[in-house]
């Protein structure tokens, strides 16, 4: 779909749902996500877009940082399974050794 055409449908529709879409621009395509930015800053809305940007920047860096806490508390407690079998596993008896 041209440039044009998007930029018709977003003429029409409330500044609340282009901010929204803005959210969301990383699944549009080129030409919608261009129409929308000319959409925006036509509606004088470019400052708010520039917020949602940078929320959606901090949430990416936070959900990129919860896998790395993920794998070390994994492999916290692995190792103190470890421990805990290297201390009591020797015992007679344990385990079924």
């Known amino acids: 779909m041209p440039t044009s055409e998007f930029a018709k449908e977003y003429e029409q529709r409330p500044d609340k749902e282009l901010l929204e879409l803005w959210s ?7 030409n919608a996500a261009s129409a929308l ?3 925006l800053q036509t509606r004088g809305l470019r400052h708010e877009a ?6 959606h920047a901090e949430s990416e860096e936070e959900q990129a940082k919860r896998p790395r806490y993920w794998a070390w508390l994994g492999w916290l ?6 421990l805990l079998l290297a201390i009591v596993g020797p015992q007679k008896g344990h385990f079924g050794w």
Do not use: N, Y
């Open 24 to 30: 969301q621009r990383s699944e549009l395509l080129p």
């Open 37 to 39: 930015l000319t959409a």
């Open 50 to 55: 520039d917020l949602i940007t940078a929320e």
């Open 77 to 82: 407690v692995f190792i103190l399974f470890l």
